[in-house]
Structures are given as C-alpha cells and as structure tokens.
C-alpha cells in the first residue's frame, strides 16, 4: 500500500507542542542574539569615532601650544633686539661686537632708568606675557625684566617680578635660584631676615647648585644680626655639607675670624 505524500489534518494532533514551542525560543534567541551584536557594533563603532575626535582635539591643541612657544621665541628674539638697540649709548667704547653686549658685561646699568631708558623694551616684554600666557616665553620674559630691574638696583621692582617668576616657574633649580636672588635683594636692602627667610627657602629646596651660595648668605645675614652662634653654626653646616669645596674653605676662613661665643 502506498504511503500518502502529504500528510493529513490528522497527522498533526500527534506532535508534541513542546517541540514546538523550543523552536520559537530558539529562533527568538537567535536573533536576539544577532540584534544584540548588531546594537554592540553600532556602540563599538561610535567609541571609535569619539576616541578619533578626542585624539584628533588632542593633536589640534598639542600642535597649537607649539605654534604659541615658537611665536613666542620669535616674539622674546625681537625684544631682545630692541634691548640691544636701547642700551647702545651706554656701550662701553671697547666693545666692538654684538656677542660681548649679549651679556651686558660692559654695561653700568646704575646709569641706566630701565622704565625711562629701556621704554621700548620694556613694553614689549609685558606684551609678550600677556600675549602668550602659559608658554616657557612668558618665564623667560619675566626673567628677564626681573634681571634689568635688579642690575639697575629697583629693589622694590626686582622682588615683583623675580616672585612673579617664581610663581610661574615648575623647575626646582629655578626655584632655588630665585629664591636665592630674593635673599640677596633683601640682603642688599639690609633686610636680613627677610633674606635669611628667602635663603633657607631656596636650601631646603636641595638643589647643589646653590646651597653654597645660599648657606653663605645665610651666614652673612646672621652676622650683620650679630648673632654669633648662628653665624658659627652655618659655617659648620657648609663644613659637613659641602667638604672639600671652595665654599668650605671660605666658611672654614670666615669661621676662625669670629669673635664671640
């Protein structure tokens, strides 16, 4: 007997409805799954374009501070022209290149009014910090205002910009060297405490490059206060601290020449 090709209406009431209903689960969670993988691939795709934008922000703004540092040595370089051009009649007679003034080493600047004699120069410093705020430029800027101040003796102006300076300044070394130059200032103005207070700044700040100069600061203060003692006992830290250096053997020298307990 021949077996029918379709099957009848009665064929179906033997299936099992389990069967059945497994198989809409499981075409449920296959494309769920699918649906799933499509929605993490749209979220993958947006965090790549969010990190390219950040990257491409990152490199805009990287090749922007650049630009601002070059413009701004191209800006300090023609300042500095100016500078040169405005100290050229108090030249000493014997200099005969540009290289020699370089280090104003033949200028005297106690003849010299930095605001009157150095107008120019002056108002392009101050253009220069305010034009390219947050960039190196800006430091060596005030550097060297401070340091026109300071060889022309302004003590008040001198201390304004070298503590602008030493607001700006990130270096340790430049720190203590700043610190060190303020003590010096105050020194100069017979300030001593204040000079011993900037001094023992910039020592604690550990760089080697100073702390000779800076500890014999110290002792120089301490003895225009006439304390004695103290004035000993920082010759003896420059003794253990730095031997066989030539600020020892001044301390050593200045040390057997004091009299009083």
């Known amino acids: 007997m021949n077996m029918p090709l379709i099957s009848t209406p009665t064929d179906y009431k033997g299936l099992d409805r389990k069967s059945l209903k497994r198989q809409d689960e499981f075409t449920t969670q296959v494309r769920g799954f699918f649906d799933t993988l499509a929605h993490q691939w749209k979220l993958f795709i947006v965090a790549i374009a969010v990190l390219l934008c950040i990257g491409l922000a990152i490199t805009f703004y990287y090749n922007h501070l650049v630009d601002r540092e070059e413009r701004g040595r191209d800006a300090l370089f023609l300042v500095k022209r100016t500078l040169l051009n405005e100290l050229k009649p108090f030249q000493s007679a014997t200099t005969n290149s540009q290289a020699q003034m370089q280090d104003y080493e033949n200028i005297d600047f106690k003849k010299i009014d930095v605001d009157k004699n150095l107008k120019e120069t002056v108002t392009q410093l101050k253009d220069v910090i305010k034009r390219f705020y947050g960039t190196r430029t800006v430091l060596d800027a005030h550097f060297l205002l401070a340091d026109l101040y300071y060889k022309q003796g302004d003590w008040e102006k001198a201390v304004q910009w070298y503590t602008n300076t030493l607001t700006l300044s990130k270096s340790t070394f430049e720190k203590a060297l700043l610190l060190s130059t303020l003590g010096s200032i105050y020194e100069?103005?017979?300030?001593?405490?204040?000079?011993?207070?900037?001094?023992?700044?910039?020592?604690?700040?550990?760089?080697?490059?100073?702390?000779?100069?800076?500890?014999?600061?110290?002792?120089?203060?301490?003895?225009?206060?006439?304390?004695?003692?103290?004035?000993?006992?920082?010759?003896?830290?420059?003794l253990s601290q730095l031997p066989n250096t030539e600020y020892a053997k001044t301390a050593e020298a200045l040390k057997a020449q004091l009299v009083g307990p």
């Open 188 to 238: 100069n103005q017979g300030k001593y405490n204040e000079a011993i207070t900037n001094y023992e700044k910039a020592f604690s700040l550990g760089e080697e490059g100073t702390s000779g100069d800076v500890l014999l600061g110290i002792a120089r203060s301490y003895l225009e206060l006439k304390d004695i003692a103290k004035t000993r006992t920082t010759y003896d830290k420059i």
